[in-house]
C-alpha cells in the first residue's frame, strides 16, 4: 500500500484547492457569496441535495455568466464552488431539495446546457461552508491544452461492469485522482499512480506511453466525477494510444448505477464530507490505515500545525494522542489549532475563506 510522506505539504482547504475558493455583482471580478431535467439521484427526500456536474461548451463571455449564476445562488438556498470558463463549466453544490431542482431546471432551459447530466447525492447539512461562483482560465488545471476532439469513448457504468470483468493482459485499468484520493478507495486491480495534484498527469501520459505500448494497451480510465477523463483521455490519446475509455459520470455514477460492485473502500470528494460510500448499499470497507499505527481508517485530517496543515490519515485514538497533528515535530510548533474530537472531521478553514460577501 502506498504511503503518505509525513508532512508533505498537501493542505486541503475546503473552499481553497491550491486556487483559492463580493456585495457588488461586478462581471469581470471572481466573486464569492456567503425544462424537464435529466438527474441521476439516490432520493429527493432528504433536506439537502448535493450535485455533481460539468458541461464543455463555448461560452462567449463567461463573466457574465459568473454574474448570472451569482444572481441565482443569491436568492436561494445554495452553497456552491462553480468555476465557468470559455470553454464550459465545472459544479459541486449542496442546496435544500427545492433551491437544487430550481437551479437544475434554471440551467437546463438554457439551450447551451441543455444535455447537461447532474449527479445527486442527499445529505443532512450543506456540505460547503459558503456559496462560490468564479471565472478560472481552466476548468481543470493542467498547464497544457488538451484536444477536446480527441476524448476517449465515454462507457456507461453497467458497459464499465463488463468491461472489468471481462479485462485481459492489455488491458490498463487507470486510475487517473491523486493519491490521497485513490488511498482510501479505488476499484479492484486498478493502477494507482502517485501523482499529487492534476498538474502532474502530462507528463505521467508520457511515462506511461514508455511502459505500455500505445497501439496494443487498452485503456480503461476513471476518475470521481468525470471531468478530469475528459481532459487526461485526450492527452493519451495525443501520446499514441488508441483505445481509451472512460468511465460515464465517474466513480459517482457507477456508485449510483451499480453499486460496490468491483470497488473497494469509499470516495474521497472535495467539500465537508471528505469521504462517502459510492452506494447507500452494505458497509464501505476500509482499505487504509492510520499513518501513526497503522490501525484500519478512512478519516482525513488537517494537521493541527497552522503551517503544516497537511491532509493525513488517523484513527481517531492517535489523532487525540498527537492532538491532531501529523507528526512530533508538528506537535512542538508555535502554532497550533485546538484538535476537536468529532468521528468526522471536517477539513479547517482559514478565516479569511469565511469572511463575509465583500470582505
Request: aromatic share 10%; net charge negative.
Amino acid at each position: 500500500m502506498h504511503s503518505m510522506a509525513i508532512c508533505r505539504k498537501r493542505a486541503v482547504l475546503t473552499g481553497q484547492w491550491s486556487v483559492a475558493t463580493g456585495s457588488t455583482i461586478d462581471p469581470h471580478v471572481n466573486s464569492d457569496y456567503n425544462a424537464p431535467f435529466h438527474v441521476e439521484s439516490l432520493a429527493m427526500s432528504q433536506p439537502y441535495q448535493v450535485l455533481a456536474y460539468y458541461y464543455f461548451t463555448q461560452l462567449a463571455d463567461p463573466h457574465l455568466e459568473v454574474t448570472r449564476h451569482l444572481a441565482f445562488v443569491r436568492q436561494h438556498d445554495i452553497m456552491c464552488r462553480i468555476y465557468i470558463s470559455q470553454n464550459g463549466i465545472n459544479g459541486q453544490m449542496s442546496a435544500s431539495s427545492e433551491a437544487a431542482k430550481a437551479y437544475m431546471q434554471w440551467l437546463k432551459e438554457d439551450p447551451r446546457f441543455r444535455d447537461l447530466v447532474f449527479k445527486s447525492h442527499t445529505y443532512h447539512e450543506h456540505v460547503f461552508p459558503r456559496a462560490t461562483v468564479k471565472y478560472r482560465k481552466q476548468l481543470v488545471a493542467l498547464d497544457e491544452p488538451a484536444d477536446m476532439a480527441l476524448t476517449g469513448e465515454h462507457v456507461s457504468p453497467e458497459q464499465w461492469k463488463k468491461m472489468i470483468e471481462e479485462r485481459d493482459e492489455h488491458t490498463l485499468l487507470l486510475d487517473v485522482r491523486n493519491d490521497y484520493e485513490w488511498e482510501i478507495g479505488h476499484f479492484e486491480g486498478a493502477e494507482l499512480p502517485t501523482l499529487e495534484n492534476f498538474r502532474e498527469f502530462p507528463s505521467y501520459a508520457r511515462e506511461l506511453k514508455e511502459q505500455c505500448n500505445p497501439k496494443e494497451t487498452k485503456v480503461m480510465m476513471y476518475c470521481t466525477g468525470g471531468i478530469r477523463c475528459e481532459l487526461y483521455s485526450a492527452l493519451l490519446k495525443k501520446e499514441g494510444f488508441e483505445q481509451v475509455y472512460q468511465l460515464d459520470g465517474g466513480v459517482i455514477n457507477y456508485g449510483l448505477q451499480e453499486g460496490n460492485d468491483h470497488w473497494r473502500g469509499k470516495l474521497f470528494v472535495f467539500d465537508d464530507r471528505l469521504s462517502v460510500p459510492i452506494s447507500p448499499e452494505g458497509q464501505a470497507e476500509v482499505i487504509s490505515e492510520c499513518q501513526h499505527c497503522a490501525a484500519p481508517t478512512d478519516v482525513y485530517y488537517n494537521c493541527a500545525n497552522m503551517d503544516c496543515n497537511e491532509l493525513f490519515l488517523s484513527c481517531p485514538e492517535c489523532a487525540e494522542k498527537m492532538a491532531g497533528c501529523c507528526c512530533e515535530a508538528c506537535q512542538g510548533a508555535p502554532r497550533l489549532r485546538l484538535h476537536e474530537k468529532g468521528e468526522h472531521p471536517k477539513p479547517f478553514r482559514r478565516a479569511h475563506l469565511l469572511a463575509t460577501v465583500g470582505g
